[in-house]
């Protein structure tokens, strides 16, 4: 995992340029590893002049640029990953890492160990994660506490320097530029083992490790014969290891239940020192079976002194935790509703909150609510268009709820009532907000006994998981065209190109 090289941009538009590189880094080293990987389909880094045009063409930023061009702004051409292809010196530079933030362009380019040609799937290139990483930890660095141009010029004349310590050679040690930062600060005070140069220094307290799993889910249910119901576990591990000594050393051990779901797609942090390749080859792109890995998984690692995300997952769960079942149909000025949520039986029935919200767009205000709920309690946002039903902590033990009604709706007023493209007539939906302490959808959990550390002292350790929804969906039965998750994804670039089209021709 290393970089071919790095830019710093400035956005200033009706400058002749609309831009100015404020600062650049290439590596020749890896340049000429990328040059053996990539072979014939090798494209050399250019000057920061051509680069500049071609990334300002690619991103639409030029001024001048006013025409529609097919390969770049046609709803075919949708790019969802901040990840682009340039156009230069004949060639196309690929991949190319870049992302706007005020006024500041941020753009990195990652070694492809491998040809281009065909090119190969983003998640199976690791620099690119390396590469965000990086560009985020200079954003960081450049805005923290940042309050004038002076300050910037300040700290964009540091990076130099910080470079060589946090991503020597082009491979990222510390995406924190200002543990760097205070390394060199901090250079008067000596130490008998050698100083890492992605830390800052030494921790003088309590010895004491911090343990954090949280999950997300994601859902979207429909409840028709022709079309899927779809769900997703994401997984993150947050480590905070507060321990004496220059390079202690700890290994966390996530271990699972015997029904649990096997964890994929596993990205880890930098400072992990080596893996099992069990873990690393195993992918939700593959068929699960009997012979997948299912730990423990192992990361023995040298802890930086802040927090930090020890590493990511995915999982391929076999039943979403709450099922659901929405159906809405119209009656001239009002809407009757019908929604059935179960909890399955092998999650966890105490939640911190639990709540499904039911908007209601493209209508007037709510001006009556008839309604019967056979738990918790349902509260009405009449200006807003939306219901709201608190279910609570804890599902009854049937573990089935429900709540049906009828909505009636006053005239239409553009100015205050919330408007959608995609809810429109019957294509409605219901999202469900929850979050459960103590408890993990795979059965994913560290505890005490699964950390080792490696250093002075005995520390307290400390253990925690929690599953949180997100974009849990369910949506209207009766819809005339059920809305899955990628089309969703393709009206609302469409819907993009199409609004810069109009309004920034």
Same mark, same amino acid.
């Given at each position: 995992m290393a970089q071919r090289a790095v830019w710093l941009i400035s956005h200033e538009p009706g400058t002749p340029l609309c831009g100015t590189v404020r600062f650049s880094r290439r590596y020749p080293t890896v340049e000429k590893r990328a040059k053996v990987f990539n072979g014939t389909s090798y494209v050399p880094i250019p000057e920061d002049g051509p680069f500049l045009k071609a990334l300002f063409f690619e991103l639409r930023l030029l001024d001048d640029d006013k025409d529609f061009v097919e390969s770049r702004d046609s709803c075919s051409h949708i790019n969802k990953t901040s990840v682009y292809g340039l156009l230069v010196g004949g060639g196309e530079l690929w991949p190319v890492v870049a992302f706007l933030k005020n006024n500041m362009i941020y753009a990195c380019v990652p070694l492809v160990e491998q040809t281009l040609s065909p090119r190969p799937p983003l998640i199976s290139i690791s620099g690119i994660s390396q590469s965000f990483e990086l560009l985020f930890g200079i954003q960081d660095f450049l805005h923290l506490g940042q309050k004038n141009e002076t300050e910037l010029n300040t700290k964009l004349n540091q990076l130099p320097d910080l470079l060589l310590q946090a991503c020597p050679f082009g491979t990222l040690l510390d995406a924190n530029l200002q543990n760097s930062l205070d390394s060199i600060n901090f250079a008067s005070v000596t130490h008998p083992q050698k100083q890492p140069a992605w830390k800052v220094g030494t921790y003088k307290g309590k010895p004491q490790v911090s343990v954090s799993i949280t999950e997300k889910v994601k859902s979207m249910q429909y409840d028709k014969q022709d079309i899927a119901d779809t769900w997703q576990v994401v997984g993150a591990v947050t480590c905070k290891c507060d321990l004496e000594g220059i390079m202690p050393n700890v290994t966390i051990s996530l271990s699972l239940p015997t029904n649990g779901s096997p964890l994929q797609d596993i990205l880890v942090h930098p400072c992990v020192t080596s893996l099992d390749s069990a873990i690393l080859t195993s992918s939700s792109i593959d068929a699960m079976d009997?012979?997948?890995?299912?730990?423990?998984?192992? +990361?023995?690692?040298?802890?930086?002194?802040?927090?930090?995300?020890?590493?990511?997952?995915?999982?391929?769960?076999?039943?979403?935790?709450?099922?659901?079942?929405?159906?809405?149909?119209?009656?001239?000025?009002?809407?009757?509703?019908?929604?059935?949520?179960?909890?399955?039986?092998?999650?966890?029935?105490?939640?911190? +909150?639990?709540?499904?919200?039911?908007?209601?767009?493209?209508?007037?205000?709510?001006?009556?609510?008839?309604?019967?709920?056979?738990?918790?309690?349902?509260?009405?946002?009449?200006?807003?268009?939306?219901?709201?039903?608190?279910?609570?902590?804890?599902?009854?033990?049937?573990?089935?709820?429900?709540?049906?009604?009828?909505?009636?709706?006053?005239?239409?007023?553009?100015?205050?009532?919330?408007?959608d493209e995609i809810c429109i007539g019957g294509t409605a939906y219901l999202k469900l907000h929850f979050k459960i302490l103590d408890y993990t959808l795979t059965g994913c959990y560290a505890d005490q006994h699964s950390v080792q550390v490696f250093a002075s002292g005995k520390p307290k350790i400390s253990t925690h998981r929690k599953l949180i929804s997100s974009d849990y969906y369910i949506w209207n039965s009766k819809a005339p065209a059920p809305i899955t998750y990628g089309s969703l994804l393709l009206i609302s670039h469409c819907f993009r190109d199409i609004h810069r089209l109009l309004y920034h021709p």
């Open positions: 009997d012979s997948a890995f299912s730990g423990p998984y192992k +990361f023995p690692f040298t802890p930086p002194l802040e927090s930090f995300n020890l590493c990511y997952y995915t999982s391929q769960v076999p039943v979403p935790p709450i099922l659901g079942f929405y159906q809405m149909k119209e009656e001239e000025i009002q809407v009757k509703i019908t929604v059935n949520l179960k909890l399955h039986e092998s999650v966890k029935n105490n939640f911190e +909150f639990c709540e499904a919200r039911i908007p209601f767009y493209n209508r007037g205000p709510v001006t009556h609510v008839e309604y019967k709920v056979s738990f918790g309690q349902l509260e009405v946002f009449r200006e807003r268009s939306l219901l709201i039903w608190i279910i609570g902590q804890k599902f009854p033990k049937s573990m089935e709820i429900s709540l049906s009604g009828t909505v009636t709706f006053g005239a239409k007023s553009h100015e205050k009532q919330p408007f």
